[in-house]
């Protein structure tokens, strides 16, 4: 059982609570600037930590509430998540799949710009019929985001239409747990929710489709092609049984974990039947304290994002001990007032919460009961709150930088080599349904659109 820790009490007040939050801000913006990779937000998170027991009054709180927030299923979920599907990933993309894709997809012409709006509207479907953008991920990226690069789009965009996508499924899919925290905190009917959220994602998907259209970069993917060797092995189609079998377990509403350990066991048992894979090219032991094949190589490849998640829930628990969450509920009561004032403070309150907590339904969860409250009191319909709550979470949570939105996506990118990788700090630009979203939300507050629309 997950014990809350002790309450941290800080030297110098409310500067010595946020100065782990500053120095985390300050080297984020050191590595976005100098296009760091993972590890530069690693370096970034463990300074915080290092910052923050210098202010703490009581160190025994602080190493508490560091185990506290390691202590959160959600942390234990995503970085098996993320070993698991490197390894999945790893499956594929080590088979000559990816390749034999690539060529058919240039061969038909499908390339460029058309796949990277192809790839948004798939991710979409996916994400909608999963309900989990991590899930969605993990399933997407080994396959559609090498592909495209190879059929010439940028991966930037590419990995932009993916996480886009994820997003959209996250905002409205009806088993999301954001779709599903938001209605149940407000007592509101799922189903009429879903309906209801279709005015905000339903224009924000239209508006991301048109950008992705016109704004995706192209490269010369026959020279990209040809790099990576673009020869045909249809055998290595088979491999195709592993996201397959991942995709139809997160339908069944089967565990994340479950769904990827499936996978992964399918796409050994197929490349070992088909001859794809041999035994020792999975797993081999050549001596000299020495482990070689694609699944170790898969496994040590997560490293960075692993060490950076250990020090992102490490530092969610400082923040939670130490109050963060009862400020910004206090910030919710003190600007609440009227039905437009409610509304904006909803969108910002929510906002800050699932940016430092990277979880939207987290800061769904610790703000739900008294959104209803002051949502009741200045009469802001409960539909309304609910889609202004997971609407802000797909926006703020998917924008910043440091979260699993942004992280993960760019260390899948980088394990297909570094003309692939991209770097956390530019998702934010090309995660265009967020953006579109974040226009859809400012004109919501401020002129009231979907607010007469939401039933009682």
């Known amino acids: 059982m997950n014990q809350k820790a002790k309450k941290i009490e800080f030297r110098l007040g409310t500067a010595g609570k946020l ?121 997407v990226i080994p396959i559609l985001f090498p592909v495209g690069v190879l059929a010439g789009a940028a991966p930037e965009f590419m990995i932009g239409a993916i996480v886009s996508g994820a997003a959209f ?65 249809p055998l290595s189609l088979v491999m195709l049984v592993v996201p397959v ?31 794809v894979y041999t035994a020792a090219g999975l797993i081999s032991f050549p001596g000299g304290f020495a482990v070689s094949g694609a699944i170790i190589d898969a496994i040590t490849g997560t490293a960075g994002t692993v060490a950076m998640l250990i020090a992102v829930f490490s530092l969610l628990g400082v923040l939670e001990c130490g109050g963060l969450f009862e400020d910004v509920r206090g910030l919710l009561e003190r600007f609440a007032k009227k039905e437009r004032s409610t509304e904006a403070t909803i969108v910002l309150s929510v906002g800050i919460l699932s940016m430092v907590t990277g979880v939207i339904s987290v800061a769904i969860v610790a703000l739900g009961d008294l959104v209803n409250e002051l949502g009741e009191r200045a009469g802001v319909n409960r539909y309304r709150r609910a889609n202004l709550m997971d609407c802000t979470g797909c926006v703020f949570c998917f924008l910043a930088p440091w979260t699993v939105h942004c992280v993960i996506p760019a260390q899948q990118s980088a394990q297909f080599g570094e003309g692939f990788a991209v770097a956390p700090a530019s998702v934010p630009f090309v995660n265009y349904y967020s953006l579109c979203m974040l226009v859809i939300l400012l004109a919501a507050v401020v002129t009231g659109y979907g607010r007469k629309s939401s039933r009682d």
């Not at 407000?186 to 959220?197: E, I, N, Y």
């Not at 995709?247 to 994340?256: G, N, Q």
Request: aromatic fraction near 10%; charged fraction near 10%.
């Open 245 to 275: 079998v991942i995709i139809v377990l997160c339908m069944l509403r089967k565990h994340l974990i479950t769904a990827l350990s499936f996978g992964i066991l399918a796409g050994i048992a197929a490349g070992l039947l088909s001859g």
């Open 19 to 139: 100065a782990p939050l500053v120095v985390a801000a300050a080297m984020i913006g050191w590595a976005a600037f100098s296009q760091s990779n993972v590890n530069g937000y690693v370096l970034a998170f463990f300074a915080a930590l290092v910052t923050g027991v210098v202010f703490a009054k009581d160190e025994k709180a602080y190493g508490e509430a560091l185990v506290y927030g390691l202590g959160k299923p959600m942390f234990a979920i995503i970085v098996l998540a993320v070993i698991l599907a490197a390894v999945s990933g790893k499956l594929i993309s080590a088979s000559g799949a990816v390749q034999t894709i690539a060529v058919y997809v240039v061969e038909a012409g499908f390339t460029g710009k058309l796949f990277v709006a192809a790839s948004f509207l798939i991710t979409c479907l996916l994400a909608f019929a999963t309900g989990t953008s991590v899930g969605t991920y993990f399933v």
């Open 169 to 233: 499924g996250d905002n409205l899919g009806p088993i999301s747990d954001t779709t599903i925290a938001s209605s149940a905190t407000q007592h509101a009917d799922l189903g009429t929710v879903v309906k209801t959220r279709t005015r905000y994602s339903l224009p924000a998907a239209a508006g991301a489709l048109v950008l992705f259209l016109l704004f995706s970069k192209t490269t010369d993917g026959n020279a990209a092609l040809e790099a990576a060797g673009g020869e045909t092995k």
